[in-house]
């Protein structure tokens, strides 16, 4: 039975999951839908900002890595370690996750696995340490620029798809 405490739930959103929608319409690459690769490694000087970003570049990596970008999926994740050392979460996108990713680019089933478990451990630690609102920025940040490439992509390509993956999610 419930003690009557308020349960809080929450799942990170896996970072392949819309891009994985979008690679199915065949619409092809754009890296004008992703944060700019050439922007320097911000430090974000808040727990909010660096969160929210983190959100923000977990998808980013996801679609470069279902559209077989390698050095701009390495780029993202670089950014997603940066993020997660200035949160605290270092042991869920640590030097050995990078390694891994970097030496598996030329398999993409390996590299989602990675992705996938690196989120997993990354929700999981977030929920052992009653950090939920950590979880909740970067669920936000991934839902923002999830919704962000599909409309980008939905203005150059005006597929009727894009306006049903947007309203499920």
Not at 16 to 35: F, N, P, V
Not at 56 to 73: E, F, L, N, P
Not at 113 to 124: D, G, K, M
């Amino acid at each position: 039975g419930d003690s009557g405490a308020a349960m809080k739930v929450y799942m990170l959103p896996a970072p392949l999951q819309i891009a994985a929608a979008i690679r199915t319409y065949d619409l092809g690459y754009s890296e004008k839908m992703l944060t700019p690769v050439r922007y320097p490694v911000i430090r974000y000087s808040t727990g909010f900002l660096q969160a929210v970003n983190l959100g923000i570049c977990g998808v980013d990596m996801g679609y470069c890595t279902i559209y077989d970008q390698k050095q701009t999926a390495i780029y993202y994740l670089s950014k997603v370690q940066k993020l997660s050392e200035e949160l605290g979460i270092t042991s869920c996108f640590d030097l050995n996750t990078f390694n891994r990713f970097k030496n598996n680019t030329d398999n993409p089933d390996s590299l989602y696995v990675i992705i996938l478990e690196s989120f997993s451990q990354l929700h999981e630690y977030l929920h052992k340490n009653d950090r939920a609102s950590t979880g909740l920025l970067i669920l936000t940040g991934s839902f923002i620029e999830g919704m962000h490439i599909a409309s980008g992509l939905h203005q150059m390509h005006r597929d009727s798809r894009l306006i049903r993956l947007m309203s499920m999610q």
